[in-house]
């Protein structure tokens, strides 16, 4: 029998972790409310699809039409995948200035508007400051303030989703950073007027205005950026362009912000794929402008059956959404059990939104099969 030396017969030694990864983690972040994600199609044993196998997904006002098929051919060719992108963004960020009226150092790109959002946070919150939000809103302006070390104040908007900017002035505290507006508002799809959000930038705030939604709405507060310093810009292709895999957003704001976000981001955030995609969707504007036309025209065929039927009463929207109430129905359950056909919409089980369901505008063919899904789910209840 071959020898064993001592030491490989000794048992191995594992010393106790002395502490969890909990208490490790930090304190605030422990007890995190988390941002709320979609569910992709197929996460649920219960996911099902239509008869002809297709999936309906009107739950992350994605853009049914994709990207322009010169963004699918110029990724074909890209040769430069294996070189880093240009820290600088130069010439995508003169491209995006071109596009949206403004210099180049007005511009800054980021992987996704989300991460410039959580970059402003980064940039301007010390811990305890606050930042406000008039809610129901976008879910990451509380949750990135949260992990920011930030505080956010919540403003109740009205019953119709607009917004009282008393309420947010007499709100705003001497530690109050940034103040956010989705513009127009994710899940409501409603408008806040210019000189509301004019009014808040004569506070010391930072006012960021999110226009995720711009190319739906064409109302926009950035040709003000020049003129106030405090305010901000976010723009995104991800919906208009159909590019939201690829992440890609912009903010337009003063080239004194623009400077201080490019010395704190990750040098190379924004990739070279998205990158080429956003150039080509650039060179191809009158195509994605005729798919955003065909969207508005699916929004308002919708609206209109929507209006018709008795359980449900949509809020009037300038975005490629509806918000709708769901009258004496279970919202929750509607999107459960529509799930199961494959027609996938978006519950929040959030303060003022509880019975309420958001529809994502889809193609003519998604409406029609929603819609007979919905008359349908309705007589069994
Ligand atoms: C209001 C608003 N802002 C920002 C985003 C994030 O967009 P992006 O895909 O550019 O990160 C969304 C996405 O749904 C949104 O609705």
Request: charged content about 25%; some cysteine.
């Amino acid at each position: 029998m071959r020898k064993t030396s001592r030491k490989s017969a000794a048992k191995p030694q594992v010393k106790p972790a002395r502490k969890g990864i909990e208490t490790l983690v930090r304190k605030d972040l422990r007890k995190l409310e988390t941002y709320q994600p979609i569910v992709l199609p197929g996460a649920l044993p219960t996911d099902g699809k239509q008869p002809d196998g297709r999936l309906i997904k009107l739950d992350g006002n994605e853009n049914p039409y994709g990207c322009s098929p010169r963004v699918q051919e110029a990724l074909r060719v890209y040769q430069g995948y294996n070189i880093y992108p240009d820290p600088d963004q130069r010439e995508l960020r003169t491209a995006i200035a071109a596009y949206a009226g403004v210099d180049s150092k007005y511009v800054l790109a980021g992987a996704g508007s989300d991460e410039l959002i959580d970059l402003l946070m980064r940039l301007f919150l010390d811990p305890g400051d606050t930042v406000l939000n008039f809610t129901p809103t976008f879910g990451m302006y509380s949750v990135n303030a949260a992990v920011c070390g930030g505080r956010a104040i919540n403003i109740p908007r009205r019953d119709d989703y607009t917004i009282d900017v008393e309420d947010g002035l007499e709100a705003v505290e001497n530690n109050t950073k940034l103040i956010f507006i989705a513009n127009p508002n994710n899940p409501t799809g409603t408008l806040t007027p210019r000189d509301d959000i004019a009014r808040l930038l004569k506070t010391d705030a930072i006012v960021v205005v999110d226009e995720a939604y711009y190319e739906f709405s064409g109302a926009t507060m950035a040709d003000l950026v020049a003129k106030h310093q405090n305010l901000v810009v976010l723009r995104t292709f991800s919906k208009w362009a159909g590019l939201a895999g690829l992440r890609v957003g912009y903010g337009i704001m003063s080239p004194a912000i623009v400077q201080r976000l490019m010395a704190i981001k990750p040098p190379y955030n924004v990739s070279v794929a998205a990158q080429v995609a956003v150039l080509e969707s650039l060179k191809d504007i009158d195509y994605l402008k005729g798919t955003v036309k065909k969207i508005l025209d699916e929004r308002d065929r919708l609206f209109v059956i929507l209006q018709n039927l008795d359980f449900m009463t949509p809020v009037p929207t300038e975005s490629n959404f509806i918000l709708c109430k769901v009258i004496d129905r279970n919202p929750k359950k509607m999107r459960d059990d529509l799930r199961k056909q494959g027609i996938f919409l978006r519950y929040f089980d959030t303060p003022k939104l509880k019975d309420c369901i958001r529809i994502s505008v889809g193609l003519p063919q998604d409406t029609d099969a929603l819609i007979w899904a919905l008359r349908a789910w309705e007589d069994y209840q």
